[in-house]
């Protein structure tokens, strides 16, 4: 019993640890999107330097061509220690869908599957297509909204300068740089290393059943035998992802 609460806690806290984004009263902030941008130049692997508040490590994006011109996906791939056990990596897999508008390719809307509020927003206000990026999201909520702000790097790591410009310019849009978190891009789980437990994130991932599964999966490779309890965890995780705890703002 101790131990099925200990799970429930530790299990929790982890998705309550990856909001990445922050809620505002009023408008979202007119960010300007970049000029002459080229979608089929952004295309591919970045990982994700600094973001509004988040407590997510190893965070990357993967865009990809969609099913229609100016349709993209969006995979957000990143890493949390779900059992609180250091032997095993989590790699959480959450895609989402962009649009780009007709007229101004820069400016694109997302959504992701679980995001019970809808749309947001996603403009790319500055890009060089090789070593950097700044991505803006927002959410229009009744009377509020909700914001993520990520500097994007082809490589681990980022100068400092360039960084420095990217914050800036935020400034420059009426974004607080102040708000953005230093994501952790070392020690990360490698694309085949075999200790890690896949999770993604999709409406079915809340069932009982895959939670169960995933804790189980995550046990095995322990090899300590965590017991799991099916239903109670569904239920903690349903109800954090009700409360859009979700990191669903890329
Ligand atoms: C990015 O997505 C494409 C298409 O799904 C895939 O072929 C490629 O392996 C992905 N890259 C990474 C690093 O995940």
Redesign the pocket.
Known sequence: MVREVLLLAVLSSAIIAILGHTYHLGECPAVEPMNGFVMSKFLG?WYAIQKTSTGSRCLTY?F?VGAEPGEYLL?QVSEHPVLGVASVDNKYHYTGELKASSDIPAKMSVKFPLSLAGKASFTVFMTDYDTYAGVYTCQKLPASNRRSATILSRKKSLDKQVVDKIRSRLSLFGVSPYDLSIIDQSKCPGANDDTNVDININPETFSSHNIAEAVRKAGEKIGDGVEYVAEGVGKVVNKVHKDSEVDDLP
Do not use: D, I, M
């Open positions: 692997v993967n990809t995979e």
